[in-house]
């Protein structure tokens, strides 16, 4: 089983930036691509952004250039760093992991999210 933390949600003026962390933990064999996933109130949770084991990443198109994810794959951790954030980006922000177990089985595992609130 692998679990999925998040961390570095908050409130923040616009044109400000946070940097979301998270971290997985657990009984796992790998993990390949991870991502970014936000839900506003009232609407679909949609993908943010998303990186390969080997770096490859891509964005929402309303973040591109402004949202920058990283990872490090001996922390098993991603990044998601947040700049020039604006009102449309609040939301509670998932991590998503492909994780494959030590029995070789691939699933989709989430984090509880956490909260982005862009406001003034």
């Known amino acids: 089983q692998v679990q999925l933390v998040e961390s570095g949600g908050g409130l923040v003026q616009p044109g400000g930036s946070l940097r979301l962390s998270c971290a997985a933990s657990?009984?796992?064999?790998?993990?390949?691509?991870m991502g970014w996933y936000r839900q506003a109130p009232e609407k679909q949770r949609e993908m943010v952004a998303m990186?390969?084991?080997?770096?490859?990443?891509v964005y929402e198109d309303s973040v591109t250039g402004r949202f920058t994810i990283s990872r490090d794959n001996d922390k098993n951790t991603i990044y998601l760093q947040m700049n020039s954030l604006k009102p449309d980006d609040t939301a509670v922000y998932y991590c998503?992991?492909?994780?494959?177990?030590?029995?070789?089985?691939?699933?989709?595992?989430w984090g509880q999210g956490t909260q982005v609130t862009v406001s003034s």
């Open positions: 990186i390969s084991r080997n770096g490859s990443a």
């Open positions: 998503n992991a492909d994780v494959q177990s030590y029995l070789g089985t691939r699933h989709n595992s």
């Open positions: 657990g009984s796992f064999f790998s993990l390949y691509a």
